[in-house]
């Protein structure tokens, strides 16, 4: 998971703390989707607002433009569920000592975000795998996106003719109804409103599935044999440690980080579990 690793699309890395890895994650062997409502970016959190438009000449006075808004919005999101990871960053080069300020597992604003200010862990998974899970549990009966986020900065001024994910075409809502509008709508914008995000976001390096679910009923997935690691942080106390290893059986890969003035680095050989 460390040494000569060249493949930067191989693993990927969930943030996360101690409590919820050892109750629940590790525990139960299985991850949460999220509502996407659920994240802490405000597009994805706030209902979005849509403009109305036309090609064919209609009178936009006599439709409601926050009613449509809100009912394309909560038809997008209501219950749409999602996963998300971090990936190393491109190009890794096999040599451990380059490579560790690109790597998933060793982002200290994540660390300190998501981790619980680095007493957490960083679960490691092998991206195939984890991907033919989903397919497998999830695929069969949801509609399921995935991918890198891309990280854009999109002004408020937008060019109607090109940037239409904000815009609700009443032409096509007239001839096709609201049902498959909206199904229409999501399939030829899906990248642009839920695999977009702002360049602030970008060193996150995100990967992300999207489930779009039937229900508000919680949805997991068994992540089996996709757990390839568990990366410790500077500060994840020495009984979670133990109590980690106990639930995960010693069949994975086990690494401890450990800041050195400036620089992060493992710490090989000096495990205390």
Known sequence: MIIGINDHDKY???????????????KD????????????????????VFDVGTNENRDLGIYNSAELSEWLS???????????????????????????????????????????????????FNKQALHEKITSQIGTTR????????????????????????????????HRGKT?????????????????????WKDESEWRWVVLCDSDEPLYLS?????????????TNKEDKFKIVKLTKGQIFYQSLKWKNCSP???????DY
Request: glycine share 6%.
């Open 265 to 271: 680095w493992y710490d090989f050989g000096r495990q």
């Open 12 to 26: 990927l890395y969930h943030y996360t703390s101690t409590e919820t890895a050892i109750n629940f994650i590790l």
């Open 143 to 174: 509609d399921v996106m995935s991918g890198a986020v891309k990280y854009i900065d999109r002004g408020i001024v937008k060019d109607l003719w090109k940037d239409q994910e904000y815009l609700i075409n009443v032409d096509e809502l007239e």
């Open 74 to 124: 909560k038809e997008l999101k209501q219950n749409t569920r999602l996963i998300c990871f971090s990936r190393d960053t491109p190009h890794l080069t096999g040599n451990h000592l380059a490579d560790i300020f690109s790597r998933g597992f060793c982002k200290p604003r994540m660390w300190a975000q998501y981790a619980n200010r680095h007493t957490g862990v960083c679960l490691v």
């Open 223 to 235: 992540f089996g044999g996709a757990l390839s690691g568990i990366v410790f942080g500077e500060d």
């Open 29 to 48: 062997h299985t991850l949460r989707f999220s509502p996407y409502t659920g994240t802490n970016d405000p597009k994805e959190s706030k209902n979005w």
């Open 180 to 200: 498959q509008y909206a199904i229409d709508h999501l399939q030829t914008h899906y990248k642009k409103l839920f695999f977009e995000k702002m360049t602030d």
